[in-house]
Nanobody
């Protein structure tokens, strides 16, 4: 199982960025996939998750309305579209695979990617 996150970088406040998570070794039709982030000196926190069954998404309150998760099963990729970025969004962003087909909470992430750095600054 592998999850490869990419697309991070430096962006100005108010800007946009889209992260990609290419997965292998499992099917997006069988497992939910989520995005999480960890800022310096802070605990890792969930950003959002997408179910494998019907593409239902669950977004954290602090990104709702600004971030969107989607997926393309034909290219085994899950996306995190981030708009109206704020300095507080600066973090390493990780994608992770859920144990089952639905988003079931932080404890059920069983495989993780290596992370991609997002920095929001002037």
């Amino acid at each position: 199982v592998q999850l490869q996150a990419s697309g991070g970088g430096l962006v100005q406040p108010g800007g946009s960025l889209t992260l990609s998570c290419v997965v292998s070794g499992f099917s997006l039709g069988d497992h939910a996939v989520g995005w999480l982030r960890q800022a310096p000196g802070k605990r890792r926190e969930g950003v959002g998750c997408i179910d494998s069954v019907d593409d239902t998404t669950y977004m954290a309150s602090y990104v709702k309305g600004r971030f969107t998760i989607s997926r393309d099963k034909t290219v085994n990729t899950v996306f995190l579209e981030m708009n109206d970025l704020e300095p507080e969004d600066t973090a390493v962003y990780y994608c992770a695979k859920q144990r089952g087909p639905t988003c079931s909470g932080y404890a059920l992430y069983v495989d993780w990617g290596q992370g991609t750095q997002v920095t929001v600054d002037w």
